[in-house]
């Protein structure tokens, strides 16, 4: 299986903040990235797919870029609302994949 | 608006069986792959298992492969996981997600998915 690994797996940033994630892939997937936010007590949202695609009704301040094994994540100013977990997810090769996670607090 | 609720968790022995239900609207469900996708408390996401849109194609992490079966009725817009013989570390929320995108990995025959709309999760804790 795929492994996917993210970095930080936590981090502290405040309300305006440039946060970016990194996922890694333990072999190439080309662009079959996807980016989900959950929030306590909720299901997963999708954010982005093909590392850089927003789904649609996510605001542009999320953007995704990358390719092959290396991945990133960038919420360009952080809202009150962004605070919650986000995992990459990799569907390129069987079984799909998610990294461990990274949690944006405050 | 797409919506997926799911059902029929709840707390139950080892070795005891349990079937899910998703109940989905919004969307023409017969025309999606549609997937379970499992997190245990305080843990990641696991993607569980997947079924084509007939029904005719199947898929299972090795995990609960021999134990679980997705199924799916088109007529009541409805996906469903039936799940026998469940162990301690099967205890997570389940969530239904439709499958959108995906990609056909020629090589290995299989479909691997990615979710647009996930349900709100029904929680299954197997304990005794």
């Known amino acids: 299986d795929i492994q996917m690994t993210q970095s930080p797996s936590s981090l502290s940033a405040s309300v305006g903040d440039r946060v970016t994630i990194t996922c890694r892939a333990s072999q190439g997937i080309s662009n079959y990235l996807a980016w989900f936010q959950q929030k306590p007590g909720k299901a997963p949202k999708s954010l982005i797919y093909?590392?850089?695609v927003l789904q649609r009704g996510v605001p542009s301040k999320f953007s995704g870029s990358g390719s092959g094994t290396d991945f990133t994540l960038t919420i360009s100013s952080l809202q009150p609302e962004d605070f919650a977990t986000y995992y990459c997810q990799q569907y390129k090769s069987f079984p799909p994949t998610f990294g461990q996670g990274t949690k944006v607090d405050i | 608006e797409v919506q997926l609720v799911e059902s029929g968790g709840g707390l139950v022995q080892p070795g005891g069986s349990l079937r899910l239900s998703c109940a989905a609207s919004?969307?023409?469900?017969?025309?999606?792959?549609m997937s379970w996708v499992r997190q245990a408390p305080g843990k990641g996401l696991e993607w569980v298992a997947n079924?084509?849109?007939?029904?005719?194609?199947?898929h299972y992490v090795d995990s609960v492969k021999g134990r679980f079966t997705i199924s799916r009725d088109n007529a009541k817009n409805s996906l469903y996981l039936q799940m026998n013989s469940l162990r301690a570390e099967d205890t997570a929320v389940y969530y239904c997600?439709?499958?959108?995108?995906?990609?056909?990995?020629?090589?290995?025959?299989?479909?691997?998915?990615?979710?647009?709309?996930w349900g709100q999760g029904t929680l299954v804790a197997v304990s005794s």
């Open positions: 919004g969307f023409t469900f017969s025309t999606y792959w």
């Open positions: 079924i084509k849109q007939d029904g005719s194609v199947r």
């Open positions: 093909g590392a850089s």
């Open positions: 997600a439709r499958v959108n995108p995906s990609y056909y990995d020629s090589s290995s025959g299989y479909y691997i998915d990615s979710f647009d709309y």
